[in-house]
């Protein structure tokens, strides 16, 4: 070993790679931090819309966390979890704050969070090198690394390569390759909080809207499925997006993976109870008598909205509100609360946050070293973990970043 201090290499410099690596070298090691990208910690810069929401106070592992292996998570943010992130980044000079349970830089600038693990990193003589891309990892005794331009070995291994999730295909790197000859039992990957693309024609008419709604999505089988989610939903010239749309992505892609099909119903005015929609319902028609239709909807709904449902219930937009169109106006009532869409895919895992899928958790101990291949550690989207939006996919990173550096540098402490 080098002056008898053990080596570390890292294979991957985002969130979960950087923070492996800083762990690893308080405890003492050489620490190697491998980046295929020619600057680490770029992704890092897209979250939360470039303010970095790095973690959340509300966090309940079993409502927030999904996985094929669920019931393993809790043991990972017992080791390390909130507070432990609190005062990580303090430890590294960042000062945070918290909207509505979400903790951000007290900048709220993504780059000041970048630039407090790129000083740590310096400050503890982390030999961070990038455009590397990694070609094959042959493991006799020690781990050796083939970047084709030459071989590095180490006493232990940690691979944060993280997934394509948010980058092109010219960027993204395949670090599941590395793995797959080590007989690692793989979760298939798939796109999670990304898109959703649905089939009907009329989404063309609708994109740009944004408006405060409920998103209900099923998925038929033998036993129908359907999660809700409430807040600002997108509607694009090809389908659903936002939010509400993202959390429940990951199981549409999963069942429409499996061939099921997926269909999602949109409440337009989810604040109101059914016994107040009603009243208002027989309000705003007797207000809009003798108006044009398009008026009533449109005091209700966003404008392409309104034309869309209007079309749909066999109105014209100059129809006046009356006896004879009541039946058709109660109908467009209904469509406001319930209006149905089929889902038929997802946008690309390029266009998603995060990939659900990867390492089963079963393949790895509470430590997260690899069961069959002792010395080898995994953490951040290699694993079979992914949390909802909110900043509790980036704190599954420094969990499980923290938990791999320390423990491939043979601690076991806080």
């Not at 000062?95 to 503890?124: C, D, F, H, I």
């Not at 084709?148 to 010219?170: M, N, Q, T, V, Y």
């Not at 694009?236 to 099909?261: H, M, N, W």
Request: hydrophobic share 40%; with cysteine.
């Amino acid at each position: 070993m080098e002056g008898n201090r053990k080596r570390i290499g890292v294979i991957g410099g985002g969130a979960s790679g950087m923070a492996a690596a800083i762990a690893a070298a308080r405890a003492g090691c050489a620490v190697t931090l491998l980046e295929r990208r020619e600057k680490p910690g770029m992704k890092l810069l897209a979250t939360g819309n470039g303010r970095c929401n790095l973690s959340n106070r509300d966090l309940q592992v079993q409502r927030d966390y999904r996985s094929r292996s669920a019931f393993r998570l809790p043991v990972f943010f017992e080791q390390f979890g909130v507070k432990d992130t609190v005062r990580f980044f303090e430890s590294c000079g960042l000062l945070l704050t918290e909207r509505n349970g979400g903790l951000y830089p007290r900048s709220m600038q993504a780059e000041a969070v970048r630039e407090a693990l790129l000083e740590e990193l310096k400050r503890w003589d982390v030999d961070v090198v990038c455009g590397c891309r990694i070609e094959n990892i042959r493991r006799d005794r020690l781990f050796y690394i083939s970047s084709g331009r030459e071989e590095l070995c180490f006493d232990r291994l940690i691979l944060a390569c993280g997934s394509a999730a948010g980058l092109s295909p010219k960027n993204a790197a395949d670090g599941f390759a590395l793995v797959r000859g080590l007989g690692l039992e793989m979760v298939p990957l798939l796109p999670s909080l990304v898109a959703l693309r649905c089939e009907e024609a009329f989404f063309p008419a609708l994109a740009g809207v944004r408006c405060a709604a409920q998103v209900e999505l099923h998925v038929q089988g033998a036993r129908e499925e359907v999660w809700r989610e409430r807040g600002e939903v997108q509607l694009t010239d090809y389908g659903i997006s936002g939010i509400p749309v993202f959390q429940c992505s990951r199981f549409a892609a999963a069942a429409l993976q499996e061939g099921k099909r997926v269909s999602a119903f949109l409440d337009f005015l989810p604040e109101y109870a059914p016994e107040q929609w009603e009243a208002l319902c027989g309000r705003q028609f007797r207000l809009c008598r003798d108006k044009r239709v398009l008026t009533l909807a449109s005091g209700m709904v966003a404008a392409k909205t309104a034309r869309v449902l209007l079309r749909l219930c066999g109105l014209h937009a100059e129809d006046p509100v009356g006896e004879e169109t009541k039946d058709r106006i109660f109908a467009l009532f209904g469509l406001m609360r319930r209006f149905p869409v089929t889902v038929t895919g997802t946008n690309p895992i390029s266009q998603a946050q995060v990939c659900a899928g990867g390492v089963s958790l079963n393949e790895v101990t509470d430590h997260l070293e690899a069961k069959k291949v002792p010395g080898l550690f995994l953490c951040g989207e290699m694993l079979d973990a992914d949390g909802r939006c909110g900043g509790y996919n980036l704190q599954w990173a420094w969990t499980s970043g923290i938990i791999a550096g320390r423990h491939a540098a043979g601690e076991s402490g806080t």
